[in-house]
Structure formats: C-alpha cells, structure tokens
C-alpha cells in the first residue's frame, strides 16, 4: 500500500479513537459525536501530511519527529483556539496519533510504483 493511503487510513481511525477518548472528560461528554468528527477530520489531515512527507523523505526517524510535530501541532490548535483549555487532554493523544502514523507509513508504507512510458 502507498505511504499516502497508509496515512490516509491510519490519520481515519486513529483521529476517531482519539475522539473517543472525550468520553472520559466528563464535561465533553454532551459533545462526543462532534469531536469524534473533529478528531477524524484532524486525524486524516495529519494522515495526508504524513503519507506527502513519506513519500518523499525516506528516514524512519525523520518520518516519526516530523508525524510527532504534525500531530502536536494540529492538536495544540484545536486545544488553544477552540477549546481554550485541556491542553494535556488533547495534545498527548494528538500527538501519539501524529507519531503512530509516521512510524507505520516509513515502515509499511510501500514505495509508488514506477511507470512505464
């Protein structure tokens, strides 16, 4: 599979498992489909990143710094401008989010295919 879609995928489903993960703030509770949908939409931008980033820089340890700041960022974003608040709440997991998703598509990611012309 291309580092593209290893990001894609993994950006989807690890964005909605860190959503789910407001379940345990009692407060966000009331708001859970909204940031399950947040956090998939964060998830696969950070997945798209990523998967562009892969393709192009070959290094299991650049790919894994570079998802790690990408989910960082992206996380700290959503916690500064609009949640103004639970910033370890949010960033941790965003962060791990970023950093699984470097990991997998330097590692699984296959290489685009060469065409012929």
């Known amino acids: 599979m291309k580092?593209?879609?290893?990001?894609?995928l993994l950006g989807v489903v690890l964005g909605a498992l860190d959503g789910t993960t407001a379940w345990f703030t009692p407060e966000a509770r009331a708001q859970i489909a909204g940031i399950v949908v947040g956090s998939t939409i964060k998830g696969l931008i950070a997945g798209v990143a990523i998967g562009f980033f892969a393709r192009k820089v070959n290094s299991l340890v650049l790919g894994i710094l570079f998802g790690l700041g990408?989910?960082?960022?992206?996380?700290?974003?959503?916690?500064h401008f609009m949640e103004h608040g639970h910033y370890f709440a949010i960033i941790l997991p965003g962060s791990m989010v970023g950093l699984i998703i470097g990991y997998a598509t330097q590692r699984y990611g296959g290489a685009?295919?060469?065409t012929r012309r």
Not at 70 to 79: E, S
């Open 3 to 8: 580092k593209v879609w290893v990001g894609i």
């Open 70 to 79: 990408v989910g960082f960022v992206l996380a700290f974003f959503v916690a």
């Open 112 to 114: 685009a295919m060469a």
